[in-house]
């Protein structure tokens, strides 16, 4: 699994018993999955349709530091199928995994459209390919 993101846990961010609020973590991971999936499919306009089972494993605290690694289960038609851990990274110890994030591609009209895509693709493997060295 890849970590792409991380997040400092601030004030902010906290629920009444002084951790980690749950959907403050979730927006943060619906967001770095839609961004995830915005690069994989070459798309601007993709949505959230599904979230599985959501196994909160342990709290986050003022001044951790969080990061959200993503993977790809699967290609749909339109889809694509993530699944998700997120880890202190300081302590490796994992906060939260989810085993099936589902994100659609859509057309510029909102409907459900093909994106052609089969398997994982590297924004640098991309650039060689068009020409493009790093």
């Given at each position: ?13 906290l ?33 959230t ?24 289960v699967?290609?749909?038609k339109?889809s694509?199928t993530?699944k998700?851990?997120v ?16 994100l ?8 459900p ?18 020409g493009?060295?790093?």
């Amino acid at each position: 699994m890849n970590f792409h993101t991380r997040k400092w846990v601030k004030p902010e961010d906290l629920n009444p018993n002084g951790s980690l609020f749950g959907g403050r973590l979730l927006e943060w991971i619906d967001e770095e999955a839609a961004l995830y999936t915005i690069i994989q499919l070459e798309n601007q306009r993709v949505v959230t349709k599904y979230m599985s089972e959501i196994d909160f494993r342990a709290s986050a605290k003022p001044g951790d530091i969080v990061e959200i690694g993503l993977e790809v289960v699967s290609f749909g038609k339109s889809s694509i199928t993530l699944k998700c851990e997120v880890r202190n990274k300081m302590t490796y110890e994992s906060i939260i995994t989810i085993s099936k994030i589902i994100l659609v591609n859509l057309d510029e009209a909102g409907k459900p459209a093909p994106h052609g895509k089969t398997k994982v693709e590297y924004q640098h493997e991309r650039m060689k390919d068009r020409g493009y060295e790093s």
